[in-house]
T-cell receptor
Framework: AAGVIQSPRHLIKEKRETATLKCYPIPRHDTVYWYQQGPGQDPQFLIS???????DKGSIPDRFSAQQFSDYHSELNMSSLELGDSALYFCASSLKHRDSNTEAFFGQGTRLTVV | GDSVTQMEGPVTLSEEAFLTINCTYT??????LFWYVQYPGEGLQLLLKATKADDKGSNKGFEATYRKETTSFHLEKGSVQVSDSAVYFC??????????FGPGTRLSVLP
């Protein structure tokens, strides 16, 4: 079965550079979430989209932005990178039911290292 | 806001021991509850879920029961294996909102 695809799997950037992370959700899923997981930490919610519109916003820095495109893939754009942005970035997708949430399916993550 | 609390780790057990990882939650609405597992270097995988009070989720020998009266969703397994070594995350989601994760509990099972 198709899963959530993230690219790239690994990314090394220098401070103050820009990075773009891509996420391809499971076909027909209408919701995409982005999470940041620091070393030894739990995933922290950044932002989510429902039907290509931003639906919720968490602890996403102003230096980051994200969008969901017409084909439902999503991109997380990160500018003026800082050493503290080094983390594992997960994308997840789900399909909202009328009265309950299905589970979120996670991608393998993109490991970003800022040097 | 919504939050999830888990027992502190790491938890170290011998093979075939009984496992309990406690999870309690606070939510403004009626949440669905989940346990996710993360193996080293991998993403989060759904282990089990429950969407309403008294539901029991189960998978691969793991079980958890949605207890609304105690706002808990404790994870249990009767006999752990070395291959169960991973980090376990309790999570909730209220319809229309994002998933909120607990801090994770690292489990190490020794042969």
């Amino acid at each position: 079965a198709a899963g959530v695809i993230q690219s790239p799997r690994h990314l090394i950037k220098e401070k103050r550079e820009t990075a773009t992370l891509k996420c391809y959700p499971i076909p027909r899923h209408d919701t995409v979430y982005w999470y940041q997981q620091g070393p030894g930490q739990d995933p922290q919610f950044l932002i989510s989209f429902y039907e290509k519109m931003q639906s919720d916003k968490g602890s996403i820095p102003d230096r980051f932005s994200a969008q969901q495109f017409s084909d439902y893939h999503s991109e997380l754009n990160m500018s003026s990178l800082e050493l503290g942005d080094s983390a594992l970035y997960f994308c997840a997708s789900s399909l909202k039911h009328r009265d309950s949430n299905t589970e979120a399916f996670f991608g393998q993550g993109t490991r970003l290292t800022v040097v | 806001g919504d939050s999830v609390t888990q027992m502190e780790g790491p938890v170290t057990l011998s093979e075939e021991a009984f496992l309990t990882i406690n999870c309690t939650y606070t939510a403004t609405g009626y949440p669905s509850l989940f346990w996710y597992v993360q193996y080293p270097g991998e993403g989060l995988q759904l282990l089990l879920k429950a969407t309403k009070a008294d539901d029991k989720g189960s998978n691969k020998g793991f079980e958890a029961t949605y207890r609304k009266e105690t706002t808990s969703f404790h994870l249990e397994k009767g006999s752990v294996q070395v291959s169960d070594s991973a980090v376990y995350f309790c999570a909730l989601s209220v319809y229309g909102q994002n998933f909120v994760f607990g801090p994770g509990t690292r489990l190490s099972v020794l042969p």
